[in-house]
């Protein structure tokens, strides 16, 4: 599946941002892997941020972005949207998303069978 990540920008604390992932070469209603976001801050390692599977009840959320961050798989538009509330500074960095080897939630980086490319977010404080 190729991947490709849009909705980046720059936003003050407190925002909101949608990045949007669409997927191209595979309808999300038959795709079984589960799809994620990642983010890769200055100076720091990327780490899983949030994820979905085919099964939408299981989603997964990083604890820093729990209860600010929704993610959405929409068959419809066949893309995976990362709904990004209250943002702070140090939400900074670049977001790729990625879909997975395995079906379920989270995603480990090891796991990733396609990446996309980022879009950066910059959040002003």
């Known amino acids: 599946v190729q991947l490709q990540a849009s909705g980046g920008g720059l936003v003050q604390a407190g925002g909101s941002l949608t990045l949007s992932c669409a997927a191209f070469?595979?309808?999300?209603?038959?795709?079984?892997?589960?799809i994620g976001w990642f983010r890769r801050a200055p100076g720091k390692e990327r780490v899983g941020v949030s994820c979905?599977?085919?099964?939408?009840?299981?989603?997964y959320y990083i604890d820093f972005v729990k209860g600010r961050f929704r993610i959405l798989r929409d068959t419809a538009t066949n893309t995976v949207y990362l709904q990004m509330n209250s943002l702070k500074p140090e939400d900074t960095a670049v977001y790729f998303c990625a879909s997975s080897l395995e079906r379920l939630c989270p995603i480990s980086p090891f796991g990733v069978r396609d990446w996309g490319k980022g879009t950066l977010v910059t959040v002003s404080s």
């Open positions: 070469g595979v309808s999300l209603a038959d795709y079984r892997h589960a």
């Open positions: 979905i599977s085919s099964r939408i009840s299981n989603t």
